[in-house]
């Protein structure tokens, strides 16, 4: 599977540094290896999510509990969990941090994540939360110090939205 | 059985648990009989009550958790008592107040338990370990400090008249609820891990 090992290896790694202790997740293709290595690290609370709105509710219990989290999924989860960052994470001042696999992009092969790959940015752009893409191994460590800092600052959600060049060997 | 007089009948327990309710006319309830820092009301983002409950349990295990959900909140986000049964925090209750409707919106807009959805078997069903339907103050009551004293990830659904209070109101803003809730837990936190996350 073309997935990228050691970009995931690296988006973990920053993930630690960061003292994530939690992470919520609804796989997709692109983020087995992120979710195989969450699994098997004991250190981590892992969880498995039934839809991704979920995780926007676990992070804020997490947030008030005084664990540091990150919610993990596909950006068509993005789309269906708007209510619950609109609601829970913007209404309760939560500092979310979203790692967002960025599908139907250029190069997307799959004609069902081209809609959503078409409108992601601007449904971000349309609730004013602050997103940065993560095109190369290089952006990964600072841009993710980056946004967990403006999350915690701002106490509001913030996107990273992790591209096919840094996930996909094509 | 009347909301109200169900939350009483637990409320000597719930006092001293950290508890997070539904959207609705619950929360002006449970304040009424008395506010505690452990409370957490989540306005709107309806469903999620659950789910920040579960989150909470899971980030601190020394903590109990108890949720007040509703029928219509549930139903919103039934997934959540898949992954609550997935990972069976034993430090959380679940208690569903069900009056089959959507009271905000009035009477005449009934939900699925009005035609027969029994959530305590779907919790059940999901793999939560210990669930009951309870119908009176005493029924409730006692299943509520059995499944405290079991240690067991519990959905406790209490059927309920669809009446509520004459307002939503409670004097304590949302965000004034959330800092004062957050700061609470960090004084509860062992002194053991001190600086730490855990």
């Known amino acids: ?170 | 059985m009347l909301r109200v007089d169900a939350l009483r009948a637990i409320y000597p327990e719930l006092s001293r648990c950290i508890v997070v309710t539904n959207m609705g006319f619950a929360p002006a309830e449970l304040f009424s009989l008395g506010h505690q820092q452990g409370f957490f009301y989540l306005w709107h983002s309806m469903g999620l009550a659950s789910s920040v409950g579960l989150g909470i349990a899971l980030s601190r295990p020394e903590l109990q958790v108890v949720v007040i959900d509703g029928d219509g909140s549930l139903l919103m986000n039934l997934g959540s008592l898949t992954t609550l049964a997935r990972y069976q925090p034993c430090n959380l209750v679940h208690v569903v107040f069900d009056n089959e409707v959507l009271l905000s919106v009035g009477r005449s807009f009934t939900t699925a338990t009005a035609t027969g959805t029994d959530l305590a078997a779907m919790a059940a069903a999901a793999g939560v370990p210990r669930t009951a339907t309870c119908r009176t103050e005493d029924e409730l009551a006692r299943a509520f400090a059995d499944a405290l004293a079991a240690h067991e990830l519990s959905t406790l659904v209490a059927k309920v008249d669809p009446v509520g209070p004459a307002s939503y109101f409670i004097d304590l803003h949302y965000l004034e609820s959330r800092f004062q809730f957050q700061r609470y837990l960090r004084q509860l936190r062992p002194a053991a891990s001190e600086g730490g996350p855990d």
């Open chain 1, 1 to 170: 599977m073309p997935v990228s090992a050691p970009n995931s290896q690296i988006i973990y790694d920053a993930l630690k540094a960061l003292g994530i202790r939690l992470l919520s997740v609804l796989p997709e293709t692109w983020l087995v290896h992120l979710v195989t290595l969450a699994e098997e690290d004991p250190e981590m609370i892992l969880v498995r999510l039934a839809k991704e709105e979920e995780g926007v509710g676990i992070s804020a219990g997490a947030h008030l509990a005084g664990v540091k989290s990150a919610l993990l999924m596909q950006n068509h989860g993005l789309l269906a969990s708007i209510n619950g960052i609109v609601s829970l994470a913007q209404l309760y001042r939560i500092p979310l941090l979203m790692l967002v696999s960025h599908r139907g992009g250029f190069g997307e092969e799959h004609p069902w994540q081209t809609e959503g790959g078409g409108v992601t940015e601007h449904v971000l752009d349309a609730l004013r939360i602050p997103y940065l893409f993560l095109d190369s191994p290089e952006h990964v460590a600072p841009r993710l110090r980056q946004a967990s800092a403006l999350a915690e600052a701002s106490l509001k959600p913030v996107a990273l939205l992790l591209g096919r060049s840094l996930m996909w060997e094509d």
